[in-house]
């Protein structure tokens, strides 16, 4: 198996290996790690199929930039003809008619696609635990979560079962599990890559992004994936410039801490002193480091769940037991097809979350939940920018603690909330953000530094990135 893509392509070019043996081989690797329930679907077919053209293109040296490179996909990312579910029982047996926009570009340079992955469904939740296929085991301490909701990509990357996967992150999805399992997650700015093939939660906050080993692979896919697209009105046209000639970086920056989040009282000791111990040797090195306030941090959470709920009422509206997925078999006329369906289809946490959101969109309630919320939002991007004039960069904490135990906080929506606590903030303000796994807890788990930089500033914060992951 391969630590990262770098290293696959110098084996690829010294023939020592084939794109067709890699997959083989990661398909074995799958096979006997198929307990962490990381994998939904094996691809094998089409994954070795792409495996043998690509091998012919290297051949005929007219491979793409990412020849060989074994990616997984989120349960809930569009790969034409092959199964996409977003783990609900409502989407069973539901075949893709198209590929996402990332997955196009992706395959376009000879990516391959080897399977899809396990998620919370439609990515609700923050542990895994909320997938209609059973909870993703965490390779490090299987007694443990993987994080979600993009819990199997964190996993499969951990596990070493691809070389890359890819996730989403409406308000954490993507950092909050890189964090539980010692991994990078990367969120880009919000319209940096296109949604389009992406199933909705809250199209808002929504945003595709990928879990790596190492920044140069985070980078390198990145890169590949955004810029404008003629499918997705909300991505914007900015030109997405090279990340990876860009890793290496001598520039001394302005770094700020919010001191709201450092001295909060849900984070743990241990992570807290990592912190203040990787401020110590940025100064060191010349970066200068500040604490500032932000005023916002006990709004965030409440913000996020009004709105996202919101958004998600509306989207799920199409998953009516008519047009395609799960019909119930207990339908009798019009009202019960609609009622039993979503009844039978969706899990808990999604009709939790449905029903929410309907509440703070319907009359008498709409001002005084749901504008407020936008408002509240408004105020949060407001500071995040004015604070990002006077620092370059944002450091912090990706969460409060490590991977909880499997089935620890299961009936306690709330907390289950605020593991999200650190990580809403870069999804309300739309900015990029990325967990570094930086930290090793006296527990044996690893834990997550997140770091978040200006709107469309992916350059400058991978390359930042780079230079933490080498203190």
């Known amino acids: 198996m391969f630590s990262s893509y770098s290293e696959l392509k110098k084996k690829l070019n010294s023939n020592s290996t084939n794109c067709v043996e890699v997959v083989q081989n990661y398909i074995a690797k799958i096979e006997e790690k198929k307990h962490l329930n990381a994998f939904l679907e094996v691809f094998e077919e089409s994954a070795l199929a792409q495996?043998?053209?690509?091998?012919?293109?290297?051949?005929?040296q007219t491979a793409g930039k990412l020849a060989g490179f074994v990616i997984g996909i989120?349960?809930?990312?569009?790969?034409?003809?092959?199964?996409?579910?977003?783990?609900s029982k409502i989407l069973e047996g539901f075949e893709s008619l198209y590929s996402s926009t990332a997955v196009e570009r992706l395959l376009a340079e000879d990516a391959i696609i080897i399977g899809r992955l396990n998620c919370d469904e439609f990515a609700m939740g923050s542990s895994n635990e909320n997938s209609s296929k059973g909870n993703v085991l965490n390779p490090i301490q299987e007694d443990r979560v993987?994080?979600?909701?993009?819990?199997?990509?964190?996993?499969?990357?951990?596990?070493?079962?691809?070389?890359?996967?890819?996730?989403?992150?409406?308000?954490?999805?993507?950092?909050?599990?890189?964090?539980?399992?010692?991994?990078?997650?990367?969120?880009?700015?919000?319209?940096?890559?296109s949604r389009w093939?992406?199933?909705a939660y809250a199209s808002s906050?929504?945003?595709?992004?990928?879990?790596?080993?190492?920044?140069?692979d985070a980078?390198?896919?990145?890169?590949?994936?955004?810029?404008?697209?003629?499918?997705?009105?909300?991505?914007?046209?900015?030109?997405?410039?090279?990340?990876?000639?860009?890793?290496?970086?001598?520039?001394?920056?302005?770094?700020?801490?919010?001191?709201?989040?450092?001295?909060?009282?849900?984070?743990?000791?241990?992570?807290?002193?990592?912190?203040?111990?990787?401020?110590?040797?940025?100064?060191?090195?010349?970066?200068?480091?500040?604490?500032?306030?932000?005023?916002?941090?006990?709004?965030?959470?409440?913000?996020?769940?009004?709105?996202?709920?919101?958004?998600?009422?509306?989207?799920?509206?199409?998953?009516?037991?008519?047009?395609?997925?799960?019909?119930?078999p207990n339908a009798h006329d019009i009202e019960s097809t609609y009622v039993l369906s979503r009844t039978e289809g969706f899990g808990e946490e999604v009709k939790r979350r449905i029903m929410l959101g309907t509440f703070v969109l319907s009359s008498g309630y709409y001002d005084a939940y749901y504008t407020k919320a936008m408002k509240v939002r408004r105020l949060i991007?407001?500071?995040?920018?004015?604070?990002?004039?006077?620092?370059?960069?944002?450091?912090?904490?990706?969460?409060?603690?490590?991977?909880?135990?499997?089935?620890e906080n299961v009936k306690d929506p709330i907390t289950m909330y605020l593991q999200d606590i650190f990580t809403?903030?870069?999804?309300?303000?739309?900015?990029?953000?990325?967990?570094?796994?930086?930290?090793?807890?006296?527990?044996?788990?690893?834990?997550?530094?997140?770091?978040?930089?200006?709107?469309?500033?992916?350059?400058?914060?991978?390359?930042?990135?780079?230079?933490?992951?080498?203190?």
């Open 381 to 407: 991007q407001d500071k995040t920018k004015e604070v990002l004039t006077e620092f370059d960069v944002i450091l912090g904490p990706t969460t409060p603690d490590t991977a909880f135990k499997i089935g």
């Open 74 to 87: 989120k349960d809930n990312i569009c790969y034409e003809g092959h199964k996409v579910s977003s783990a």
């Open 424 to 471: 809403v903030h870069a999804n309300l303000s739309g900015n990029p953000a990325i967990s570094l796994p930086l930290g090793n807890h006296s527990n044996g788990m690893p834990f997550g530094v997140q770091v978040m930089a200006k709107p469309f500033a992916e350059k400058e914060l991978f390359a930042f990135s780079q230079e933490l992951m080498e203190i």
């Open 146 to 193: 993987p994080g979600g909701s993009s819990g199997g990509s964190a996993a499969a990357v951990a596990a070493g079962l691809c070389i890359a996967t890819l996730g989403s992150d409406t308000g954490g999805s993507i950092r909050q599990p890189a964090s539980f399992c010692g991994v990078v997650g990367f969120k880009p700015t919000y319209g940096r890559i």
């Open 51 to 60: 495996a043998k053209l690509v091998d012919e293109k290297l051949a005929n």
């Open 219 to 328: 980078a390198l896919l990145t890169q590949v994936m955004a810029g404008k697209d003629e499918f997705d009105s909300t991505v914007s046209a900015l030109e997405v410039g090279n990340y990876v000639e860009s890793l290496s970086s001598d520039k001394k920056l302005k770094i700020g801490i919010p001191r709201q989040v450092i001295e909060s009282k849900g984070l743990s000791p241990e992570i807290k002193t990592t912190i203040f111990d990787l401020v110590t040797k940025l100064k060191l090195k010349g970066h200068k480091v500040e604490e500032f306030d932000f005023p916002y941090l006990d709004y965030m959470v409440p913000t996020y769940y009004v709105l996202t709920t919101a958004e998600a009422s509306s989207n799920y509206s199409r998953y009516d037991g008519v047009h395609f997925g799960y019909r119930s």
């Open 197 to 199: 093939g992406l199933l």
């Open 205 to 216: 906050f929504d945003q595709i992004g990928p879990f790596t080993t190492n920044i140069e």
